[in-house]
């Protein structure tokens, strides 16, 4: 099966803060699993640059450190996401914990503060509203085989 899969925890340095997220253990384990991944960006594919200033969501909006609003740069790489998803025959995706675009279940509140909410990222809600899986890099291997 495809899946879906944030380019940052395959060890590609795309995260805000010009690092990466690498999960070697679960991008072998989805391999293991016969699965072909599907690297994914919403970030970069919404216009950001690498490094960009760390952005968190207060509602629908999605808010730098610095006070700009970047919700069209989000909303316009969820798009770009799920058009992959589909072209590429994606149902499953998974996606960096607590990302303002890719986070599911739990992101950070806005406040900058470290402190997390309940709520997805743009990217993972908009994909789990057309019917994709979503599930993140700390809630994936529980969830396998799928």
Do not use: W
């Not at 991008?27 to 994914?40: D, K, S, T």
């Not at 952005?55 to 919700?71: H, K, L, N, Q």
């Amino acid at each position: 099966m495809k899946v879906l899969i944030s380019t940052c925890l395959l060890g590609v340095a795309c995260k805000y803060s010009g690092g990466d997220n690498a999960r070697p253990a679960l991008v072998a384990a989805l391999q293991a699993a016969g699965h072909e991944l599907v690297p994914v960006c919403p970030e970069v594919y919404g216009g950001l640059p690498t490094p960009r200033t760390p952005a968190e969501r207060i509602g629908s909006r999605v808010v730098t450190a610095a006070g700009a609003d970047v919700t069209a740069q989000y909303r316009k790489g969820a798009e770009i996401a799920l058009q992959l998803a589909r072209l590429t025959g994606c149902r499953v995706a998974v996606l960096k914990a607590n990302s303002p675009s890719c986070g599911h279940g739990t992101v950070y509140d806005g406040t900058f503060s470290g402190k997390k909410i309940p709520g997805s990222g743009v990217a993972a809600e908009l994909l789990e509203q057309n019917g994709i899986a979503v599930y993140t890099d700390e809630d994936c291997a529980a969830a396998l085989p799928f």
